[in-house]
């Protein structure tokens, strides 16, 4: 990300629908797969301020890894220098084997070669352990905001599978999320295209909304994530649970 871009998510991201709901909806998983426990070692690759990493200290041993030297400083102020690495998903700093949780939230679309990402996080991992992904979804949503993060690319659920099974991993979710988002960031954004904003104009997505509409954002959006019942054919974003097999 630009360098500005890390000091605007670190004023917004511990409070605003999104930010706070993913990390929300991960923990959910992470749980839900009986991945959480004291002893279990979670690493967060691409971990940015470090803000999820250090949400989920109470839960297990936790290492944030990034290689932005304006992450790294925040993050080092979140979590402390020994809980912070500096590295990437395509050059993680660990031995093989190492992880029982690797995490990667808005991360691989970063990486141009995001199949050997893929590969490089389960080379950590140790068998048995899990994976969680989220990217962000259809590349029919693409816009400045997806350049200045600068993403490679947005995906779909059969792109992230390939990624997965590639790096022979056992898929044991993968869905949309953001689902209720949609039609409103779809419309956004095909009007940004034909009204570009003046440059340096404020964002939606850097405004954190009032508090009853943000908590009602939040809600549906970690309710729907939640739950494993309905597959919903489109999101903003995707979100993937993989488990490295266990050795025969």
């Known amino acids: 990300m630009n360098p500005e871009e890390y000091e605007k998510l670190e004023q917004v991201e511990r409070k605003h629908w999104f930010y706070a709901g993913k990390r929300e909806i991960v923990r959910h998983w992470l749980s839900r797969v009986g991945a959480l426990r004291p002893e279990a070692f979670l690493v967060d690759c691409g971990a940015g301020t470090g803000r999820f990493a250090a949400e989920m200290v109470p839960h297990c041993k936790v290492v944030a890894i990034d290689d932005h030297a304006e992450s790294l400083a925040i993050a080092r102020k979140n979590l402390g220098d020994d809980r912070v690495l500096e590295g990437s998903c395509l050059k993680l700093p660990l ?30 991992m140790k068998p048995g352990g899990v994976l969680v992904i989220t990217v962000p979804a259809f590349q029919e949503l693409w816009s400045d905001w997806d350049e200045a993060l600068h993403h490679y690319r947005r995906y779909r659920r059969a792109g992230l ?50 508090a009853w509409l943000n908590q009602f954002l939040q809600a549906t959006f970690v309710g729907l994530a939640c739950q494993s019942a309905v597959r919903f054919p489109f999101g903003v974003g995707l979100l993937a649970v993989a488990k490295k097999p266990a050795l025969p």
């Open 161 to 210: 599978e390939r990624c997965l099974q590639g790096a022979n991993m056992d898929i044991m979710h993968i869905a949309y999320i953001n689902v209720l988002a949609f039609p409103a960031v779809f419309a956004i954004r095909k009007l940004r295209r034909m009204f570009p904003e003046p440059q340096g104009a404020a964002r939606a997505e850097e405004n954190i909304p009032p």
């Open 95 to 124: 031995p093989d084997s190492t992880a029982d949780i690797v995490t990667a939230l808005d991360v691989i679309e970063h990486v141009e070669d995001d199949h050997r990402a893929v590969r490089v996080m389960t080379r950590v």
